[in-house]
């Protein structure tokens, strides 16, 4: 599977925990033992200690090249023409279409039904003529 490493180096273990330890210290001391330091020392590096605050900006920046044109992309272009336009516009269309058609077949129903027998009758003759100029 995976090779065994032949040498473990002891010294860069020992250097990562006493970072490590030292960092915890450092917190201790500036955080517990003395809070005003912190913000002595906070005041002291003025923007350095602004820009490491705000992690290098990374996340305004992230925003500002990446999610605010992906968002103002979506609401223009996805929500507007895609959804509003395309897919609103054709449901919005076919209920239309049915609507109209609803209309009009609406008053050729009186609920007579000789007025329906001659309406039979007419799309008979209608289909036998059709019928008869196709042959």
Same mark, same amino acid.
């Given at each position: 599977m995976f #090779?065994l &490493?032949?040498?473990?180096?002891?010294s860069?273990? +020992?250097?990562?925990v006493? +970072? %490590?330890?030292i %960092?915890?210290?450092i917190? @201790?001391f500036l @955080?517990v *033992?003395? #809070?005003?330091?912190?913000?002595?020392?906070? &005041?002291?590096l003025?923007g350095? @200690?602004?820009?490491?605050? $705000?992690? @290098?900006f990374?996340?305004?920046?992230? !925003?500002?090249?990446?999610?605010? #044109?992906t968002v103002? %992309?979506?609401?223009?272009?996805?929500?507007?023409?895609v !959804?509003? +336009?395309g897919?609103?516009?054709?449901?919005?269309?076919?209920?239309?279409?049915?609507? =109209? *058609? %609803?209309?009009? *077949?609406k008053?050729?129903q009186?609920? $007579?039904?000789?007025?329906?027998?001659?309406?039979?009758?007419?799309? =008979?003759?209608?289909?036998?003529?059709?019928?008869?100029?196709? +042959?």
């Open positions: #090779p &490493a032949e040498h473990e180096d002891v860069l273990m +020992a250097i990562s006493a +970072a %490590g330890l %960092g915890i210290g917190a @201790y @955080y *033992l003395r #809070p005003g330091v912190a913000d002595s020392v906070s &005041a002291a003025g350095l @200690y602004k820009l490491v605050y $705000n992690k @290098y990374v996340d305004e920046l992230y !925003d500002a090249a990446v999610v605010q #044109p103002a %992309g979506s609401r223009e272009l996805l929500w507007k023409v !959804d509003v +336009a897919i609103d516009g054709m449901v919005n269309g076919i209920a239309r279409l049915a609507r =109209s *058609l %609803g209309g009009g *077949l008053l050729i009186s609920g $007579n039904i000789r007025s329906y027998a001659t309406w039979v009758v007419c799309g =008979s003759i209608l289909l036998i003529v059709t019928i008869g100029f196709m +042959a």
